[in-house]
């Protein structure tokens, strides 16, 4: 089997300055996801590194770059998801780490859970040897002053809003086993009052995996993303149809028809394809398919 990686950088109006390093840091993740499944890595590793490398680029909102909360808080959800095992780990509202992605992975595949949250997860990752870092490891300039403008306008996040920020990261991943997985992670939507969990870290929702169709990560407005179970919701669709984008299409088709909502999805299939589909007007993205050699690089369709 050859292993295919695909990744996204959020699905938002990406004003053209930030084009370039949406699409390098979508490269790079990408790049790095695909040598660790070209040495033998496994799709979890593949997905976990690419989104952990995301994370730590702060043109995302993940990790360090999040957006704050209304109670000036860096809040954390991931998940990662592994299509073998129908296993998954997943973080909320996780604070002072600077890869809840890797946190994710130590709760699939070390304990019995699915999913810790708040302090419990801070506590969880501390005591499996994770650095407690600071808000100021993960705060930028730009996010510091989006919630300064919060303050001073009190403006609350709006669909509107929403409209013009969304740098959730994820990936889908087929190593050379045909094992499948997926992985998101996302500082949530800005201005999200304390305590918001949004789709990202939800099994179905934000990500989705099974070894018998392909692996989906989704990004857009939580809300909505949840009331259709994004993600299982494209893996369903692609047991009707031969093409990966085709599901990806009728995935966001779906979105827009059932609670007028719009975001983007991408996903692996079994078959080592890539899909990919956004409604809104980019969505940053990059892929190496295995089976056709396929390279590509984009914030829009
Ligand atoms: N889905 C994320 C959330 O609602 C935001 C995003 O995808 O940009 O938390």
């Not at 296993?87 to 002072?96: D, E, L, P, T, Y």
């Not at 994770?130 to 306008?153: A, K, P």
């Amino acid at each position: 089997m050859k292993p295919s990686i695909i990744v996204h950088g959020g699905a938002w109006d990406i004003p053209d300055v930030l084009v370039e390093p949406h699409e390098r840091g979508c490269e790079l993740a990408a790049t790095a996801g695909h040598d660790l499944l070209l040495a033998g890595g496994s799709a979890v590793d593949a997905v976990v590194e690419a989104v952990a490398i995301m994370e730590d680029d702060s043109t995302f909102d993940a990790g360090v770059g999040s957006v704050l909360n209304q109670s000036g808080q860096v809040e954390l959800d991931a998940i990662v998801m592994d299509g073998k095992s129908l296993r998954s780990g997943a973080v909320a509202a996780i604070q002072f780490v600077r890869n809840p992605v890797r946190i994710a992975r130590n709760i699939m595949e070390r304990t019995n859970h699915s999913m810790l949250v708040g302090d419990g997860a801070l506590d969880f990752a501390v005591k499996e040897g994770f650095e407690r870092c600071t808000i100021e490891d993960l705060l930028v300039g730009r996010e510091l002053e989006d919630y300064r403008e919060f303050m001073r306008t009190g403006v609350m996040g709006t669909k509107r809003h929403f409209s013009g920020v969304g740098d959730t990261v994820g990936a889908c991943a087929i190593d050379r086993e045909g094992h499948v997985a997926c992985a998101t992670s996302t500082g949530g939507i800005p201005r999200k009052p304390a305590g918001r969990v949004g789709d990202s870290p939800l099994v179905g929702c934000g990500a989705y995996a099974d070894d018998g169709v392909g692996a989906v990560s989704a990004t857009g407005w939580g809300e909505q993303i949840m009331a259709v179970v994004m993600s299982k919701t494209t893996i369903d669709i692609k047991r009707t149809v031969s093409d990966p984008i085709t599901a990806c299409k009728n995935a966001i088709a779906v979105l827009k028809e059932r609670v007028d909502g719009f975001g983007g999805v991408i996903m692996v299939d079994i078959h080592g394809k890539v899909g990919y589909c956004h409604s809104t007007p980019r969505m940053a993205f990059a892929f190496v398919e295995g089976v056709s050699s396929e390279r590509r690089v984009s914030t829009s369709m």
